[in-house]
T-cell receptor
Framework: DGGITQSPKYLFRKEGQNVTLSCEQNLNHDAMYWYRQDPGQGLRLIYYSQIVNDFQKGDIAEGYSVSREKKESFPLTVTSAQKNPTAFYLC?????????????FGPGTRLLVL | ELKVEQNPLFLSMQEGKNYTIYCNYSTTSDRLYWYRQDPGKSLESLFVLLSNGAVKQEGRLMASLDTKARLSTLHITAAVHDLSATYFCAVSGLAGGTSYGKLTFGQGTILTVHP
């Protein structure tokens, strides 16, 4: 089965705790992205990676960190510096090509603060 | 900074009626995307529009792109209840630019189709 998996589906964070959200893909896509969605709003880009061992900050990177050690994996860590982490987090991948370039989204992780 | 605005943000339609969702963006771009999101779910890709004048249709949905006006439309024909969802447009930076591959999303349009 080809696709994008995110885990866990729900995640609870205590004050001051770092938590890591997993994103794995077997689509062989080079680019991977992390978005945050707040209720009733669009998606905002946190970090993205165009290639292994390289990543760039998006529009709202503060309080988050990522790594890209393997093509298939792009984990996102929500650090204690992120003061308002409650949101729906979506991972996406993109296939290359000049004519068709769309992003495919994983099922998402809902993060709640205890 | 690229900004993307959709309107309306809320749309309540009767079954069988037609309507259009508008997506305006602030700077030059060469790709525009439409996505659908059902409540509590992820995003599903609907259309990719790659050039000025591009038009794509799938079932009761038709999307178009006018890059000169920086405007895309999503037209709904003879709406049915199954089309109830939130619809997002997203714009990509220009190829070769530093923002290439990044998407900037609109706020979303919540569509409700009722009998």
């Amino acid at each position: 089965d080809g696709g994008i998996t995110q885990s866990p589906k729900y995640l609870f964070r205590k004050e001051g705790q770092n938590v890591t959200l997993s994103c794995e893909q077997n689509l062989n896509h080079d680019a991977m992205y992390w978005y945050r969605q707040d209720p009733g709003q669009g998606l905002r880009l946190i970090y993205y990676s165009q290639i292994v061992n390289d990543f760039q900050k998006g529009d709202i990177a503060e309080g988050y960190s990522v790594s890209r050690e393997k093509k298939e994996s792009f984990p996102l860590t929500v650090t204690s510096a992120q003061k308002n982490p409650t949101a729906f987090y979506l991972c996406a991948t993109r296939r290359g090509g000049a004519l068709q370039e769309t992003q495919y989204f994983g099922p998402g992780t809902r993060l709640l603060v205890l | 900074e690229l900004k993307v605005e959709q309107n309306p943000l809320f749309l309540s339609m009767q079954e069988g009626k037609n309507y259009t969702i508008y997506c305006n963006y602030s700077t030059t771009s060469d790709r525009l995307y439409w996505y659908r999101q059902d409540p509590g779910k992820s995003l599903e890709s609907l259309f990719v529009l790659l050039s000025n004048g591009a038009v794509k249709q799938e079932g009761r949905l038709m999307a178009s792109l006018d890059t000169k006006a920086r405007l895309s439309t999503l037209h709904i024909t003879a709406a049915v209840h199954d089309l109830s969802a939130t619809y997002f447009c997203a714009v990509s930076g220009l190829a070769g630019g530093t923002s290439y591959g990044k998407l900037t999303f609109g706020q979303g349009t919540i569509l409700t189709v009722h009998p």
